[in-house]
């Protein structure tokens, strides 16, 4: 203890360090704070380690410290958003910004950065337009919706409809579509937030139309149906169809809600994936009101999209909370560039870029792999092993939970460290490498490497293991 206590008070004093760091601090124009907290930061971090560890390396020098400091002003200077490179195979990656977006589609959107736009700006009248109408009738038209309507997310497309729809009334749902999503977003808690009161019907694993139906009263203000995006309730099941809910809806005079969670407009079963209904099918069951994200199958930015009657949307777009979940000028840009795509359905698979990864087939990602591999192997060969394995991508985003993708994977099983090591340092390189573990191996799937990161990616490896 006395000899920790006399190492403690030989901890470098922050104004000093700085004094002599002026001369880098000016050169390099770090700002004053940023050196202040890195200098302060890498003292506490040695301090917290004297207290707490049995075996602490001290600096010996004040160039040894220098560098301690310069390496964290470093780390203080980078931007804390970093491009990574996605080897998880998991391709709407909601932790890893979900869908990219094409070229052409980031050129739209630097020019809304750059310069002013006709955003609400009507150029035949020359008077105040709606932002909105600039891609509602793009949306209606690939949908066979009557209106649309846009705001920040799913989530928040789901609030504002039911706050419209259902506010201090009842919406009725089948028990097994109660469903959460990640981040904790629970359809009876956006319930709560609305003012709606949630009326569950039926079991966990069957549900009926007589279900809904007894259940319908006085004070009912909607039908509501959830997609379970994320789990599947196997075995002896039965959910009412939407036609079903449409014709009682019907029958009562209520609205039909259907929250698609990722809506797509592509029919993914030519890929081979399980046949899910296409918003364009959702909106020919007749729902009334239809939600979906725009940053999951849909491959666009983050974004809620609305559709449905006429009658229904119109009520949502005049209710205030439309004004605090509007979307900004950059969402608009890249959603109407990603919508624009697939009024060419066989273009729209090349150029959308969650598409194109979906429906990869696992030929070409093995290719990329081996084109990897190829680059690397006799590099780091001795460091580490790498080997290439057949394995299972994800689509993500709560999409098909229980379908794999076929994919093409490189195993890393590195010599002279664990496989949490590697996992850990490739978060830490200058771009980092997300991958996953299985079977004490890290692995790299391919389904989700861009090709144009690929001599990136090679060379990273192969600094990290020299
Ligand atoms: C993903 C999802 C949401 C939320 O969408 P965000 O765009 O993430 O806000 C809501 N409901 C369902 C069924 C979903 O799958």
């Not at 003292?43 to 560098?67: F, G």
């Amino acid at each position: 203890m006395k000899d920790k206590n006399k190492l403690l008070r030989m901890l470098p004093k922050v104004d000093e360090c700085l004094t002599r760091l002026e001369p880098f601090i000016q050169e390099h124009e770090i700002p004053l704070r940023i050196a202040k907290r890195a200098v302060q930061q890498s003292v506490e971090q040695l301090r917290s380690q004297l207290l707490n560890e049995a075996q602490v390396h001290i600096p010996e020098s004040q160039t040894e410290w220098d560098e301690i400091f310069k390496s964290r002003i470093a780390l203080l200077m980078d931007l804390n958003l970093k491009r990574v490179i996605n080897g998880t195979g998991i391709v709407v990656h909601t932790n890893l910004g979900r869908s990219l977006l094409p070229d052409h589609t980031i050129r739209q959107l630097s020019m809304a950065g750059a310069c002013y736009t006709n955003l609400e700006f009507n150029l035949e009248t020359g008077k105040r337009g709606s932002r909105y109408s600039l891609v509602e009738d793009i949306i209606c038209d690939l949908t066979g919706a009557e209106a649309a309507l846009v705001v920040n997310n799913n989530a928040a497309a789901v609030l504002i409809s039911l706050d419209t729809l259902a506010r201090d009334r009842e919406v009725i749902i089948s028990r097994g579509q109660l469903v959460e999503i990640g981040g904790s977003f629970r359809i009876p808690d956006v319930m709560k937030k609305s003012g709606a009161t949630l009326v569950e019907v039926g079991a966990t694993n069957r549900t009926h139309l007589y279900d809904f139906e007894r259940a319908i009263s006085e004070s009912t203000a909607l039908l509501l149906r959830v997609h379970t995006s994320n789990f599947r309730i196997i075995g002896y099941t039965s959910q009412v169809s939407g036609e079903e809910l449409v014709r009682l809806g019907n029958k009562y005079d209520l609205p039909v809600m259907e929250d698609l969670g990722s809506g797509s407009f592509t029919d993914l079963s030519k890929f081979g994936l399980p046949p899910e209904p296409t918003v364009q099918e959702v909106v020919k069951s007749g729902i009334d009101v239809i939600t979906f994200s725009g940053d999951k199958l849909l491959g666009g930015p983050q974004s809620g999209i609305i559709v449905g009657k006429e009658k229904i949307i119109s009520r949502i777009k005049s209710n205030p909370l439309n004004r605090a979940l509007r979307i900004d000028k950059f969402t608009l840009a890249s959603l109407e560039s990603v919508l624009r795509d697939y009024y060419d359905p066989d273009a729209v698979l090349k150029k959308n870029q969650t598409l194109r990864m979906i429906s990869d087939p696992p030929e070409i990602i093995k290719k990329r792999a081996q084109r990897f591999l190829r680059r690397t192997r006799s590099l780091i060969g001795d460091s580490c092993s790498l080997n290439l394995v057949s394995t299972t991508s994800r689509v993500g985003g709560g999409a098909l939970p229980e379908y794999g993708l076929t994919s093409w994977a490189v195993e890393l099983q590195p010599a002279t460290t664990t496989v949490s090591r590697l996992e850990k340092d490739f978060r830490t390189l200058p771009v980092p490498v997300i991958g996953r573990i299985e079977n004490e191996r890290l692995l790299i799937d391919f389904r989700t490497v861009l090709d144009s990161e690929i001599p990136e990616l090679c060379n990273e490896l192969i600094t990290y293991f020299s």
